[in-house]
């Protein structure tokens, strides 16, 4: 059911997946270990797709010696999404100014913090790998304490406790504030666990340790879900669906332009139902116009919009405020009316070509990404060719497929109707054939066209400077590769015409010069 007969080679930029450090087989799982993903949300241990891009320390590391010195040196691990990679920085934000030091180096850490994602099994067994790695220095007693808190923490209570003795403290999913708390109870030889209510509302800490790079951070706008979906476990991990006030994000989204971040991209669990329960009514069109208004920030975007929710405010909002991309993350999750049904989701496939065309009308250079779910429960030959049908000819610009992962205590995970996983995997690797189709032809429509580009850093071995579009999310889109025979910085916004498309990335030159490469 191929369109094209092209297949995706491997870039070095490309590659999201990096050989993990060995270690003993999962007492707690069982299973053995698997590559880790890497989602570009590294926070301290940076890999070689940070080095290639001449991301310097000092840039992620920033924050070193902030505050009175403690003599203490923690050693922090993020794992999973975007919204985790804000709680760490909001931990972080705390830790600093009571004088506790950071490395990248667990031998020269005193305590290790994990911020662990439970979402899928590979996610799970991410998180549980990297607990594993840390248990030994623990046993050794090179490390003080070993912390552990995120949605595998809230999840996973007793069976860490019982398999990796070696952790000191499990704090679940909201415990933001009781991390230091926690460490300095394990140091003084008082450890406990500690677990908030998930349902309580957020913490209002609007100070953070960026490790982005500077020049572009996420601005997590609510928490929790009420959406319940079938395959999820979300809800009961983070809780009812909680905004933070418009106040108190404008105050945050203020501090992180004063940092130098020029790019917010607005991120929850659902973003396109804030303020519902604050304020009565959806207010992410106020919130963006609020946001919109800030001096020093140049670029909005926005993710985790559901398709049910995205109404004509939101669209003219994001038509008509100049610093709001024409970028819009829209996970549909599928295109049968049954499976969207038997998922628990809220829209059907007319309603979902109805939003698109409705995007697609008032912003015609749209860029929309979504992602779909192959191989759910019941899932027949006649729904997935409907889906790969609807793909077809939707023709998306950014997509992205993930087998279905059967999880415990789920109403689709305790279904016995389960789709083998071969043939969940043989779907999903079809749809991103289709996709990869779809989106090298559109790659190669862009030549001719000027885009405003963020540089992210420089390949010295090609000479090229490497940078995002408005059509590019860090960390799960494509890149603009910019040849210029002048230094450019990262952070720095420039105007490249595209000259040709390199796969799922484009590359082009400096508009303000004839760029000729050298011989």
Excluded at 220 to 236: L, V
């Amino acid at each position: 059911m191929s369109r094209l007969g092209r297949r995706r080679s491997s870039h070095p930029l490309r590659n999201k997946r990096h050989d993990k450090i060995g270690g003993p087989a999962l007492r707690v799982y069982r299973r053995e270990m698997g590559l880790g993903i890497c989602r570009f949300f590294c926070v301290i241990n940076r890999c070689m797709v940070c080095a290639r891009l001449g991301v310097l320390p000092g840039l992620a590391f920033g924050f070193l010696g902030v505050g009175m010195d403690k003599g203490l040196k923690v050693h922090f691990v993020s794992l999973g999404c975007d919204k985790n990679l804000v709680d760490t920085e909001k931990v972080l934000g705390l830790l600093a100014p009571l004088g506790y030091g950071f490395t990248d180096d667990v031998e020269q850490a005193d305590i290790a913090i994990v911020n662990t994602c439970c979402f899928i099994h590979d996610a799970k067994e991410e998180s549980i790998e990297a607990l594993l790695e840390l248990a030994g220095p623990r046993r050794e007693g090179r490390l003080q304490a070993l912390l552990v808190m995120g949605c595998l923490a809230q999840r996973y209570q007793e069976e860490i406790q019982r398999e990796i003795p070696e952790v000191d403290a499990i704090l679940g999913s909201t415990a933001l504030e009781e991390v230091a708390p926690a460490i300095e109870r394990v140091l003084a030889g008082r450890a406990e666990n500690c677990y908030p209510d998930i349902h309580a509302p957020q913490p209002l800490l609007p100070r953070r340790v960026l490790t982005t790079g500077g020049h572009y951070a996420y601005l997590k706008i609510a928490e929790g879900c009420d959406k319940h979906c079938t395959y999820c476990i979300i809800p009961s991990l983070r809780g009812r669906f909680r905004s933070l006030p418009l106040e108190a994000l404008e105050e945050e989204a203020s501090l992180l332009a004063a940092q130098g971040v020029k790019e917010l991209i607005l991120v929850a669990q659902e973003t396109t139902r804030y303020g519902l329960d604050l304020y009565g009514k959806k207010s992410l069109p106020l919130l963006l116009e609020r946001l919109n208004a800030l001096e020093g920030i140049r670029w909005i975007r926005l993710l985790y919009a559901y398709p049910e929710e995205i109404d004509r405010d939101l669209i003219e909002a994001m038509a008509g405020l100049p610093k709001v991309l024409h970028y819009i993350d829209m996970p549909i999750q599928h295109a049968s009316d049954s499976i969207l049904a038997q998922m628990g989701r809220r829209t059907s496939q007319a309603d979902i070509e109805a939003v698109v065309e409705a995007l697609r009308q008032a912003m015609p250079d749209i860029c929309i990404r979504t992602t779909l779910i192959s191989g759910f429960p019941g899932e027949s030959q006649e729904d997935y060719e409907e889906l790969y049908r609807f793909v077809n000819r939707m023709e998306f610009d950014r997509l992205g497929v993930f087998a279905y992962s059967q999880e415990e205590n789920t109403p689709a995970g305790r279904r016995e109707d389960q789709i083998p996983p071969g043939i969940r995997e043989e779907r999903r690797a079809e749809l991103m054939e289709l996709q990869q189709a779809i989106a090298f032809e559109k790659g190669e429509a862009m030549a001719g066209r000027r885009l405003e580009v963020s540089i992210e850093g420089y390949l010295a071995e090609e000479e090229v400077y490497v940078g995002r579009s408005y059509m590019d999310a860090p960390g799960i889109d494509g890149w603009v590769f910019v040849y210029s025979n002048r230094p450019l910085e990262s952070g720095e916004f420039v105007e490249v015409e595209i000259m040709a498309s390199r796969e799922y990335d484009l590359e082009g030159r400096l508009v303000e010069e004839a760029y000729e490469p050298a011989e």
